[in-house]
C-alpha cells in the first residue's frame, strides 16, 4: 500500500537506495531468431510466477561484429529495465578464442562474466536516461589485437507515474520534527551497513532461473512512481505550507496479507537480514557483480546472513514492519548503482 518512503529526508539519500507456474518466456523469443544460429533449448532461464501473471516476452536485438556477435534482450528497451547481453565468437568468421576486455553501456562500465560458449552480462537501463538511441561498446580480441565494436539501440519512455496530489507524511512532513538520538544512532549503523553491503563487489552468482517474489501479483505502486510530499510547520494548529517535495519509489509495492510468503527473485548470497530503520525487517540478496535485491517490511526473517539462496526460496513473509503503514512488500533491484524495475529480469533468458 502506500507507504510513507521520505526520499526527501536528507539521510535517506543513502538508502539509495504456492501455486507455480514454470513458464519459460525466453524460449519463446528464441523462436523467432533470424538465423537459427542459436538453439532455444539452451536459453530458456526458468521462471517461477503466480498464476495469471506473464512479464514482458523477451525482445532481442542482434549486433554483429568483427568476429563477433552480441545478443542484446530484454522484456523492454525502455527506462527502469534490466537488459542482458551475451557476446560470443561468430563461428561463420573465426575459431579463436574470445576475449571480452570491456564493456560499456553509455559509457558505463558493465561486468562481464565469461562462459564457456562466450561471455554474458546484466545490465540497468536507468530510469534517468533519455529516451532515444543508446550506445553499446565492447572492447575485445581474438587471438591478436584490441578490436573495438559500437552497437546502438532505441530505449523507450518507461511512462513513469507522476501523483500531483501532495502526501501528508504527518511526522515526515513536519520541517520541525526531530529523530531522537537512538534514532539517529539506529539509522546510522544502517546507512553504514548498506554503504558496506551495496560496495561489495562480488563473483557473477546468477543462475538460469528468477522466480517472482510473491504467489500473487498485484502492484499497489509502481516503479519510479513519483509524487509530491508535503512539508509544513505547525504554527498555532495551523500547517503553514512549505514547497512540497518529490518523492521517487525506486521499486514496487506488491499486495499481501501479513504471514504470506515472499521469495527470492534469483540466486545470491544473503547480504541482510535484519531490521533497519526505514526499510523494516529487511532482507537483501547479493547476486554477485553489484546486482541486488531488496525486500523490505517483511513480518518475519527466513533466512540467516551469509545464506546462499536459489530463486524461489521462501526469505521471509509479508508483513508492515519499519516506514510502512500497512501489509505490503517493497521489491527493489539495484543493478550496479542503479535501479531497475524489479519485474524486468523475469524477462531476461538467462543461460549458464
Ligand atoms: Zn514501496
Redesign the pocket.
Known amino acids: 500500500m502506500r507507504?510513507p518512503?521520505p526520499v526527501f529526508y536528507k539521510i535517506t539519500a543513502l538508502l539509495s537506495f504456492l501455486i507455480f507456474l514454470v513458464l519459460t518466456p525466453g524460449a519463446q523469443s528464441r523462436g523467432r531468431t533470424e538465423q537459427g544460429r542459436m538453439p532455444p533449448e539452451k536459453h530458456a532461464a526458468k521462471v517461477r510466477l503466480p498464476r495469471g501473471y506473464r512479464p514482458f516476452p523477451t525482445r532481442v536485438k542482434y549486433f554483429r561484429g568483427n568476429g563477433i556477435n552480441v545478443d542484446l534482450f530484454a522484456g523492454e528497451f525502455a527506462q527502469g529495465a534490466a537488459a542482458y547481453a551475451e557476446i560470443y565468437i561468430d563461428p561463420s568468421a573465426e575459431n579463436g578464442s574470445l576475449q571480452v576486455h570491456r564493456l560499456e553501456l553509455e559509457k558505463k562500465s558493465v561486468p562481464v562474466t565469461k562462459m564457456e560458449w562466450g561471455y554474458r552480462a546484466v545490465m540497468a537501463i536507468s530510469p534517468e536516461t533519455a529516451p532515444g538511441i543508446k550506445k553499446l561498446k565492447v572492447e575485445y580480441s581474438i587471438g591478436g589485437a584490441v578490436r573495438k565494436e559500437e552497437f546502438s539501440f532505441q530505449v523507450q519512455s518507461g511512462d513513469f507515474l507522476f501523483s500531483r496530489r501532495a502526501l501528508d507524511l504527518g511526522n515526515y512532513s513536519d520541517v520541525d520534527y526531530r529523530l531522537k538520538p537512538e534514532e539517529l544512532r539506529f539509522i546510522e549503523a544502517c546507512t553504514g551497513k548498506k554503504k558496506k553491503v551495496f560496495g561489495t563487489k562480488s563473483p557473477d552468482r546468477l543462475r538460469a532461473s528468477f522466480s517472482h517474489p510473491r504467489d500473487a501479483h498485484h502492484i499497489t505502486?509502481p516503479f519510479w512512481a513519483k509524487r509530491l510530499i508535503m512539508r509544513y510547520r505547525k504554527n498555532n494548529g495551523k500547517k503553514v505550507r512549505f514547497p512540497d517535495k518529490i518523492n521517487v519509489?525506486k521499486?514496487?509495492?506488491l499486495r499481501g496479507r501479513a504471514g504470506d510468503p515472499v521469495y527470492a527473485m534469483a540466486g545470491g548470497t544473503v547480504a541482510i537480514a535484519e531490521p533497519m530503520y526505514y526499510e523494516g525487517n529487511f532482507v537483501v540478496i547479493d547476486h554477485g557483480h553489484r546486482m541486488f535485491s531488496l525486500y523490505?517490511h517483511l513480518g518475519k526473517i527466513a533466512v540467516k546472513e551469509g545464506a546462499s539462496v536459489r530463486a524461489g526460496d521462501r526469505i521471509g513473509s509479508v508483513g508492515s514492519t519499519g516506514l510502512s503503514t500497512a501489509p505490503?512488500l517493497?521489491v527493489s533491484l539495484m543493478i550496479q548503482d542503479v535501479y531497475v524495475d524489479p519485474m524486468s529480469i523475469l524477462s531476461l533468458p538467462l543461460r549458464d
Open positions: 507507504h518512503y505502486s519509489h521499486g514496487i509495492d523490505m505490503h517493497h
